[in-house]
């Protein structure tokens, strides 16, 4: 549901429960949990904040409504003026609650006592507001039609934040934006309101989805469902989208889309992914949530599972043809790297990996049923992956498909087809 890691603790919330995540004897792992009262009741997801009192407080904003976590577990928050908010953030000694009427509240400096006073409205849009997102210390109040850039003005009295911009783009769903945060504070990427995926490029809402992405994102019936979060991998930046029904990834480092679907499953198995950092000493990582079996997880390049599950690599290429004349492939040779196996790894998926390399004849809509070739012995890397004599394609050419679920690395630099053309 949500987490937030402190010194030496990770606060993380399941289902009815937050528990801690302490590390223990091992220098560089996380092994053992405490569980703390079962009052914050729910499935829903969280928004956690932390100020910089000597004692951080801790704050928790659920449907079930705001709490502070201490050393006795999950408690009401104190102060009665907080009123309901639907999300809060920290930035600058401040914790930002917002509302779905646009107000937005802020509590003194590094304490949880709010002044009923200390209240600003977002009205660029009547619009209310969803969440508040912190952003290069500035604090952005996102509503449904636009985002507000706030900054500090240091007013001696009253809200101590002064609108400074309005981004003409609002956030279509509570949960479907990421970015901002310390670990990923160059970017901020959201779903905006027209269907689009959007990058905040100084005030502007640069879009960077396709329109296959738009389209995919406006035919959702359920947008709230939507939830975005951010991870880094081998110096690559991600920024994941996911609805029950599909997940997507923009490589930020590259400017590039993919999808990711675990086994057996309809979308990605990370929600919630989140950084350690310097949590624990000697510990630099980055942990999530699994939608399937309720842990935290870690992300890294090293795992080549998802807790045990095949994580299948695949790629189709777009339709190769003489239109609208058919083609007759005689050879397909496909320039992958072989001698990946892994000699100590489990026999045979890791020790004696394979491809599986199918093709469509009408555009995708059918497929055949699939070849399988070696990827080679640990640095076996002398062989070729083809395919020979796959015959007459329809007048939509010839699609191919690759699949590796072996647990090797995978590294994949272009293809070859060979073929005649034949008269339609």
């Known amino acids: 549901r949500g987490a937030i890691p402190m010194s030496g603790v990770i ?18 792992g996380i092994d053992y949990l405490v569980t703390f009262h079962d009052n914050l009741a729910g499935t829903d997801k969280l928004f956690f904040a932390r100020n910089n009192n000597s004692v951080p407080d801790i704050v ?7 709490f502070v976590i201490d050393s006795g577990g999950v408690q009401t928050y104190p102060d009665p003026d907080v009123g309901a908010p639907n999300a809060c953030a920290f930035l600058a000694g401040y914790i930002f609650f917002t509302y779905g009427d646009g107000k937005c509240r802020v509590t003194g400096i590094n304490t949880t006592d709010i002044n009923p006073l200390d209240v600003a409205t977002a009205e660029q849009h009547p619009d209310g507001l969803l969440r508040p997102v912190p952003f290069r210390g500035y604090m952005l109040l996102c509503g449904t039609r636009s985002i507000e850039i706030w900054q500090n003005s240091g007013n001696p009295e009253g809200f101590p934040f002064s609108w400074s911009h309005t981004v003409p783009a609002g956030l279509i769903s509570q949960h479907a934006l990421a970015g901002g945060t310390d670990e990923f504070a160059e970017y901020v990427l959201w779903v905006a309101d027209d269907n689009t995926v959007r990058r905040l490029d100084g005030y502007e809402p640069t879009k960077i989805s396709p329109p296959w992405l738009d389209r995919r ?11 975005a979060c951010v991870y ?3 110096g690559h930046k991600f920024w994941q989208l996911s609805c029950p029904d599909w997940s ?5 480092t590259t400017g590039k889309w993919h999808e990711r679907t675990s086994y057996l499953q309809t979308r990605s198995r990370i929600t919630q992914a989140f950084p350690i950092g310097e949590t624990f000493p000697n510990v630099s990582k980055w942990l999530c949530g699994d939608v399937l079996s309720g842990k935290v997880q870690e992300i890294t390049a090293s795992a080549l599972t998802e807790d045990g599950e095949p994580l299948v690599w695949a790629m189709e290429s777009i339709e190769v043809k003489d239109f609208p004349n058919r083609i007759q492939v005689g050879r397909a040779d496909f320039d992958i790297a072989t001698g990946v196996g892994i000699a100590t790894g489990l026999d045979p998926v890791e020790t004696d990996p394979t491809i599986e390399i199918s093709w469509s004849n009408d555009g995708g809509v059918n497929w055949s049923r699939p070849l399988i070739r070696k990827l080679g012995r640990q640095q076996l890397a002398t062989q070729r992956v083809s395919v020979l004599n796959t015959g007459l394609s329809g007048p939509q050419g010839r699609r191919w498909r690759i699949e590796v679920s072996s647990s090797v690395d995978v590294m994949f630099f272009g293809a070859d087809q060979s073929a005649d053309v034949r008269a339609k």
Not at 60 to 66: D, E, F, L, S
Not at 217 to 227: G, N, P, R, V, Y
Not at 248 to 252: C, N
């Open 217 to 227: 994102i406006e035919a959702l019936s359920d947008k709230a469902s939507l939830e």
């Open 11 to 28: 606060y993380a919330g399941f289902e009815d429960v937050i528990v801690a995540i302490q590390q223990g004897a091992v220098s560089d």
């Open 248 to 252: 997507v990834v923009y490589d930020i």
């Open 60 to 66: 928790v904003v659920g449907q079930a409504g705001p």
């Open 232 to 234: 880094t991998s081998s």
